[in-house]
């Protein structure tokens, strides 16, 4: 097997007192689809946004593709325009229009010229199915539409990482369809996606692997079929059926 | 209305019931029209016929409203008045640059710009203090007792400064205000795409920032609008100057009266344009807009 895009090695983090990540070992294969799940307050939030740095942890070492990123000597703005990330709400910036959003990373971050940043955005709003709204502010757009924008700009810097955390938790029950489906369809491509998320079902159907996280740490982990049919932790056991019914 | 009945499928396709509903609705508006002119009406003819009769209300008129004295006072007045608006033109731009800036200043974390930190808050707290009107004296006697240079500078100029002074403390608090009220995951997305601090501010917080405080620096405007009248305490010979110099040759006050008259023609556009945006911003907030 070749080396792992992202190496997660004995991760922690408080806020405070509160230790919310005690040592969290995770590796990431490009092309292969994670799903975090855990009970809310769980850290699942917290370990993506140590992932791409906006948090800076207490110990332990981030690789991105062999390169230690949590090393204060790094660039951390290089580093995140490498990772996509799209967030449970507020994502869109509502004082742009959807295409100005979907191409602000590649305009000031990687000075792509104006025409083809416009040209490449575009083309993402149409793999997203909103081609026809790229002139539109995003409060003009429904809750399902503001996220899938959300995931065209995430996209438009070429991420090599796609971190999705509950992007479909703030959304009404027959939005989370459109979005998902559009999830499924990035993971079918071969994109290399880590999302927190509360949709077991979809965990199930798309996740390459299911990670458990609890009291800081992974407790269990594996392909969702054995995960979800056959938990071989206590927690695990609990969490689900509490989660499924 | 009449908007109402071009859109799609036109007039014909409206039933019985709506028609006479638009023509009832048309009906109550032509009535409130005439009640609200009528009134208007009214109520003028007894305010007119109440002040004419009191006592000293001739003498009052010609002291006051002479239309004679306003004609001869008039071409002063308003050359000085059009100073009061070049000072306030490049006042209300500085304000706007130097708010600003202290608003970010202020924003700076980190220990190594405590002391920018600490001598911008200070800054805002001692000038949203200290009236305009002493801020005016002290600087416009204080600075040419310092004789940096030994050439005169003109009343106007340290007005302006005293001006920029004062309100630049106030609009860098809303400018703040405005600052801390956008989301900070809005901050977190951007940096997230790998904007720097620097781009995130200038690209996603700032235009977020002054697109909420509009309102509040409009208001502030309105105030300078009046406010640069009192330039003329250093000498400037502004509209209000001038004013009291005509009023001193005829000992009659109506200048006084033609130089408010301008300043509030001033304000009314301002104030309408502030009216209607602070009105199209609660509508658009309370449609639900994500903002
Ligand atoms: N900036 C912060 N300051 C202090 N405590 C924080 C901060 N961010 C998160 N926490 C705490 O860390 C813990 C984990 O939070 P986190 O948001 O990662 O949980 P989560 O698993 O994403 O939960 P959810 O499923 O509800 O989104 C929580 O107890 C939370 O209160
Ligand atoms: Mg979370």
Redesign the pocket.
């Known amino acids: 097997m070749s080396a792992p895009l992202l190496r997660l090695t004995g991760l922690r983090k408080s806020?405070?007192e509160?230790e919310?990540l005690r040592g969290i070992d995770l590796e990431l294969h490009a092309h292969e689809v994670v799903a975090l799940i855990?009970?809310?307050?769980?850290?699942?939030?917290?370990?993506l946004?140590t992932v791409n740095l906006l948090?800076t942890i207490d110990d332990g070492v981030i690789e991105l593709r062999g390169d230690d990123i949590a090393d204060p000597r790094t660039d951390a703005d290089r580093i995140r325009s490498r990772i996509g990330t799209v967030f449970?709400q507020f994502n869109l910036f509502p004082h742009l229009s959807v295409i100005d959003n979907v191409t602000l990373a590649a305009r000031h971050v990687h000075r792509v010229p104006r025409a083809r940043a416009k040209s490449r955005g575009l083309e993402l709003l149409d793999r997203v199915g909103l081609a026809h709204k790229a002139d539109d502010f995003p409060d003009r757009l429904s809750g399902g539409q503001q996220q899938r924008v959300a995931i065209a700009r995430a996209l438009a810097t070429e991420p090599e990482l796609l971190l999705l955390?509950?992007i479909t938790?703030a959304l009404d029950p027959e939005l989370v369809g459109e979005v998902l489906d559009l999830v499924r369809t990035l993971a079918e491509g071969g994109t290399t996606i880590l999302m927190?998320t509360?949709e077991m079902a979809f965990a199930r159907d798309v996740a390459h692997r299911v990670v458990f996280?609890d009291g800081g740490v992974i407790v269990e982990q594996g392909p969702p079929a054995e995960v979800f049919a056959a938990p071989r932790e206590e927690r695990t056991c609990a969490f689900l059926a509490r989660f499924l019914g | 209305m009449s908007r109402l009945l071009r859109e799609p499928g036109g007039p014909a396709d409206l039933s019985e019931v709506e028609l006479g509903r638009r023509a009832y609705r048309r009906g109550r508006q032509q009535r409130s029209v005439l009640v609200a002119a009528l009134s208007t009406v009214a109520f003028a003819v007894v305010m007119w016929i109440t002040l004419a009769n009191t006592p000293g209300w001739p003498r009052v008129q010609e002291t006051f409203f002479s239309w004679e004295h306003a004609v001869r006072a008039f071409p002063a007045v308003a050359e000085g008045f059009l100073l009061n608006l070049r000072v306030l033109a490049i006042a209300s731009v500085l304000v706007l640059i130097v708010g600003l800036a202290i608003a970010l200043l202020r924003t700076l974390r980190g220990p190594v710009f405590f002391p920018i930190r600490f001598l911008a808050a200070a800054y805002t707290d001692v000038f949203r203090g200290v009236p305009l009107i002493l801020v005016l004296y002290l600087v416009g006697f204080g600075i040419p007792g310092l004789r940096i240079t030994d050439d005169f500078i003109p009343g106007e100029v340290l007005g302006t400064a005293a001006l920029v002074l004062t309100y630049s403390a106030y609009v860098s608090e809303v400018f703040r205000a405005g600052i801390e009220a956008v989301h900070p995951s809005q901050r977190l997305a951007a940096r997230a795409m790998g904007l720097s601090h620097a781009k995130t501010l200038r690209l996603v917080v700032i235009p977020q920032a002054v697109r909420k405080v509009t309102p509040a620096l409009m208001n502030d405007f309105v105030a300078l609008q009046k406010d640069v009248g009192l330039i003329s305490v250093l000498g400037a010979v502004d509209a209000v100057r001038s004013a009291q110099i005509a009023t001193a040759a005829s000992f009659n006050f109506t200048p006084y009266v033609v130089a408010g008259v301008l300043f509030v023609l001033l304000a009314i556009p301002t104030v309408r344009l502030t009216d209607w945006y602070t009105a199209r911003v609660r509508r658009r907030e309370q449609m639900g807009a994500v903002v």
């Open positions: 806020f405070g509160h919310v855990g009970a809310s307050g769980s850290g699942k939030s917290t370990l946004r948090e449970q955390d509950e938790s927190a509360h996280l």
